[in-house]
């Protein structure tokens, strides 16, 4: 059975439960993960695996949530070449239309830049905001959740988007 590392940073517990929705969806697909807060680790636990999800919230105006402003520096100066990386986060389209799930596109930078394979694009249909720094080329780098307005459809979108990142992190 395949690790994978899942890392949140989650001051309400909204992207600490959606981490938990998408380790058990992984688990169904034969994928063990393993969940961490990204609050109470640092940089070489997160890239002992080979397979890493990192989660987030995005907070005022499209900062990231503070478990992971001191690691976001390492992260984007570590080697992760070779490795496979998905990101998701929440946020609030309709409070926050300027700077939608922001967080999500700050962690793609810094994993990006240190040489991470990044799985798990979205469409961003279904989706009303105005700006996002995790849109690139029309799409989003990763999963976004957005609890306040679009509840009801959380549990989905963790499935699909979990069925179309499995054969990624796949042994």
Known sequence: MSKVGIFYGSSTGVTKSAAELIAKELKKNNIEAEIHSAGDTDISAITSYSGIILGTSTWGMGDLQDDWEGLKKPLANSDLNGKTVALFGSGD?????????????????????????????????????????????????????????QADMTDERIKAWVASICESFAG
Do not use: K, M
């Open 93 to 149: 389209q309709d409070g926050y239309p300027d700077t939608f799930v922001d967080g999500i596109g700050i962690l793609y930078d810094a994993v990006a830049s240190a040489g991470a394979n990044v799985v798990g694009s979205v469409s961003t249909d279904g989706y009303s905001y105005d700006a996002s720094l995790a849109e690139r080329d029309g799409e989003f780098v990763g999963l976004p959740i957005d609890e306040d307005n």
